[in-house]
C-alpha cells in the first residue's frame, strides 16, 4: 500500500510538472498517441487492461454488468482523444459514468494499478505510461464519488 501511495503522489508531482514544462510533443514531434502504438497500440492497451479486470475479484464487481465491448471502444475512443490521437472522445462525461457507483479511493487506486499492469503487458515504456497517468488523473474527481 505504501508503494501505491507513492505511486500516487509521483502521479501527482507529474501532472504538476506536466502543465510547467514544455510539452514533449513540441520537442519530438511525436504525440503521445504515436507513443503508445497508434490504434493498434490502443487496442492492445484496452484488451490487457480488460483482462486485468477480468482477473481481480474486487474491482470486476464494478463492471459486472457492464457491456465489455462498449466498454472496450469507449475507453480505446477516450484514449485515442486524451493522447492527440485522431479521435474525439464523445462518450459520456466520466461523473455520468461513476456515479451511482460508490467508488471509493482504493478501489479506485487498484484501477490504477490494473492499469498500470495493462500498460507492463502491452510493454509500454514507463515515460509513456507516466504521460498516461498524467492525462487520466484529473479524471480522479469525477469518478470517486460516495
Not at 484496452?46 to 466498454?71: E, L, N, T, W
Not at 485515442?80 to 461523473?95: A, E, L, R, V
Request: proline letters at 3%.
Amino acid at each position: 500500500m505504501q508503494t501505491l501511495r507513492i505511486a500516487y503522489l509521483i502521479l501527482c508531482l507529474i501532472t504538476l510538472l506536466a502543465g510547467c514544462s514544455t510539452p514533449q510533443k513540441a520537442q519530438t514531434h511525436e504525440t503521445l498517441f504515436h507513443a503508445l502504438g497508434k490504434q493498434e497500440g490502443l487496442e492492445k492497451l484496452v484488451d490487457a487492461f480488460i483482462q486485468q479486470i477480468g482477473k481481480d475479484k474486487s474491482i470486476h464487481r464494478y463492471f459486472a454488468k457492464a457491456s465489455v465491448s462498449h466498454f472496450r471502444k469507449g475507453f480505446i475512443n477516450h484514449l485515442c482523444s486524451i493522447s492527440d490521437g485522431p479521435c474525439q472522445y464523445n462518450g459520456d462525461s466520466m461523473q455520468d459514468i461513476h456515479t451511482g457507483m460508490k467508488i471509493n479511493e482504493a478501489d479506485f487506486n487498484r484501477v490504477v494499478e490494473l492499469l498500470i499492469n495493462a500498460m507492463e503487458n502491452a510493454d509500454i515504456a514507463y515515460p509513456v505510461q507516466n504521460k498516461v497517468l498524467a492525462k487520466l488523473a484529473p479524471l480522479r474527481g469525477e469518478i470517486i464519488k460516495i
